[in-house]
């Protein structure tokens, strides 16, 4: 950083004078955390329920505006942190989890979005494995966390359905559907448009369609891994693969699809030599176990 002159800091001070004429927004930062569904039942349970699906996390707000309703984790960036940084820390103190991955959604600030002041968000994506998250609970001003299972996301013909369901009791009781349309885009996948009434508390409806339609813009091939152990079956990542892309590989076209992955030019799977999955007593024969290909 440039070491400030004499100079410098009276031009600072006198800019910082003029300030007092201007309105000034305070920053937040939400985040949508997303995990592997099932992510706390046991191994053999987790063979029950084979099919891939995705939770987010959401709190229900303990304080006023919105006391009561379902939002995202999130809160006011200090003035020595970074959005990233301001990120990170209010997740950990409304709900106990950590994150290494944060993927930026977007600058949230249409006028009237918070009705305590001009506030401005910026959202981020963070990303935890299978067995993450299993002891959130709530702090700060969330009063509840709870992951909520996203069964059967329809994104497609510029229309958004995501259905949000409550595992808690066992059986999956439907808590909330997120709907509304988008326009489809060069970068970024995908802008929102307009968003169906829902109870989701701010613009946090919005801001969960919009993250997904990020991801959808990234390469689902990579993406996968996101969301994997180190080491898989490639069962396992056509799982994952097929439901973010809502695209199946059917059992025929699965040798052209592992071809795709281990034999091209650049590949992005390799075999771990002599390793197989451990099948907890199931009676099969075990798959070879894959990991993402490592580079120099």
């Not at 201007?22 to 349970?45: F, G, H, M, N, W």
């Not at 030599?273 to 290909?293: I, N, T």
Request: glycine share 8%; aromatic share 10%; charged share 25%.
């Amino acid at each position: 950083m440039k070491t400030q002159t004499s100079a410098d800091k009276a031009k600072i001070e006198e800019y910082r004078r003029s300030l007092g004429k201007y309105s000034k927004p305070s920053v937040t930062a939400d985040i949508v955390a997303v995990r592997p569904a099932y992510s706390e039942l046991s191994e053999s349970q987790w063979r029950e329920n084979p099919q891939f699906a995705l939770e987010v996390l959401f709190i229900k707000r303990g304080q006023w505006p919105f006391e009561g309703m379902w939002a995202l984790p999130g809160g006011f960036v200090r003035p020595d942190e970074s959005v990233e940084e301001g990120a990170k820390r209010e997740l950990l103190e409304e709900t106990a989890l950590e994150c290494d991955h944060l993927i930026p959604v977007g600058v949230f600030s249409k006028p009237g979005r918070d009705m305590r002041a001009w506030i401005i968000s910026n959202a981020f994506v963070s990303v935890h494995k299978r067995g993450q998250g299993c002891r959130v609970k709530g702090g700060d001003d969330a009063a509840l966390t709870r992951w909520l299972l996203l069964k059967s996301p329809i994104i497609e013909n510029g229309r958004f359905n995501l259905p949000f369901y409550d595992t808690t009791s066992g059986a999956a009781q439907m808590a909330f559907t997120l709907a509304g349309t988008y326009r489809e885009e060069d970068i970024g996948g995908g802008k929102v448009l307009t968003v169906d009434e829902n109870s989701l508390a701010f613009d946090h409806a919005e801001i969960i369609a919009q993250a997904f339609l990020r991801m959808l813009s990234f390469d689902m091939k990579k993406l996968v891994f996101f969301f994997l152990p180190e080491k898989f079956t490639l069962s396992n990542y056509i799982d994952v693969y097929q439901y973010l892309t809502r695209h199946s590989v059917s059992a025929a076209n699965i040798p052209s699809f592992r071809r795709q992955l281990t034999a091209t030019k650049e590949p992005l799977l390799e075999v771990c030599e002599g390793e197989w999955e451990d099948l907890g007593g199931r009676a099969h024969a075990p798959a070879k176990l894959y990991r993402r290909r490592r580079t120099e």
